[in-house]
């Protein structure tokens, strides 16, 4: 019992230092653990997420399999383990591990997003779009996903709809850089050009090194013969 308590006390620590951002402490405590219980679910996943954030991926995998054989039930490991596999390029895999995430948890948002994501990179935007609304439905102040959702509407030449979901990603996230460059696009592809610009305008504003939002409104300029912004747009262009 004492033994318990002193092994909940340490993972209690490697918890809290990875959320104030002690990565190295974490991964120390929870090794800590592993020396006690090797196949501690707790330390096998919060392990795995560190080194996903570490960007050591085979390392991240090993630890997010043993988490799910310790624990088959938890669903934020299969969707962790999930994001593995997508940064590992092993999208099929991703699929099915963000699929059993969502078996185990049919509302769980994260995982349909993740989901996806991972079909927008195939190409399957239909699915894509799918999956997004389904983050969406379960949770409606999701900002990235509405954003993406775009993305995958743009792709699929459904403008109007693009348009509308970036919209709604900027109203959730007044300051979402990327939302107004894409919204941006789509209203460059639309030939909608003043439009275009005020969007790379808001997204330059907001992100004064995002350099494809200035050579997007160097786009827009030329089209509407404005090259009032030219200077600006050069240094920054040459700068980045």
């Known amino acids: 019992m004492g033994q318990q308590a002193d092994l909940n006390l340490v993972l209690q620590d490697?918890?809290?230092a990875f959320q104030r951002g002690d990565f190295a402490r974490a991964e120390a405590q929870c090794n800590t653990v592993l020396k006690q219980v090797p196949e501690e679910y707790n330390s096998l996943h919060l392990l795995g997420v560190v080194n996903l954030g570490a960007g050591k991926l085979p390392q991240a995998l090993a630890y997010l399999d043993r988490a799910v054989k310790a624990q088959p039930q938890s669903f934020e490991a299969y969707s962790n383990r999930g994001s593995v596999l997508k940064a590992m390029g092993r999208h099929d895999d991703a699929l099915a591990s963000f699929d059993k995430a969502i078996a185990l948890r049919p509302d769980f948002a994260g995982a349909y997003y993740n989901r996806g994501n991972v079909l927008k990179e195939l190409g399957r935007f239909e699915e894509a779009v799918a999956s997004y609304d389904k983050t969406i439905g379960f949770n409606p102040d999701h900002a990235d996903a509405f954003n993406n959702r775009g993305l995958a509407l743009h792709a699929l030449g459904r403008y109007d709809d693009a348009l509308e979901s970036y919209g709604k990603a900027i109203a959730l996230r007044p300051d979402h850089a990327d939302a107004f460059n894409n919204r941006g696009?789509?209203?460059?592809e639309l030939g909608r050009f003043p439009e275009a610009?005020?969007?790379?305008r808001a997204a330059v504003r907001l992100r004064p090194d995002f350099s494809q939002a200035f050579?997007?409104?160097a786009n827009a300029n030329a089209r509407m013969c404005d090259w009032s912004h030219w200077p600006q747009i050069q240094r920054q262009l040459r700068d980045h």
């Open 14 to 16: 490697a918890l809290a």
């Open 185 to 188: 696009i789509t209203f460059y």
């Open 197 to 200: 610009r005020d969007c790379f």
């Open 215 to 217: 050579g997007d409104m």
